[in-house]
């Protein structure tokens, strides 16, 4: 499965596209992503999580990137 969104840029005459793939049977997933790509606050460890879960990380593998995978990227 394919989504396509186009989305103005906020104060620019510009857009922007995103594009979603999704094996058959798996468009839940980016209606779960969608309102976490577009939530206003700050993205905190609660986002991180979800974002992980929905491609199907297990806990334990979200609670490594949280204590040590994200620190390999800030670093």
């Known amino acids: 499965m394919k989504r396509e969104l186009i989305e ?28 976490l790509l577009n939530e206003p ?8 999580r979800r974002f992980r879960e929905l491609p199907g990380l297990k806990s334990w593998q979200i609670d490594y990137w949280l204590t040590r995978g994200r620190a390999l990227v800030d670093a």
């Open 41 to 48: 606050a700050a993205w905190s460890d609660r986002c991180e």
């Open 8 to 35: 103005p840029c906020p104060e620019s005459p510009l857009e922007y596209r995103m594009l979603f793939y999704t094996l058959p049977g798996n468009a839940w997933r980016v209606d779960a992503m969608l309102p």
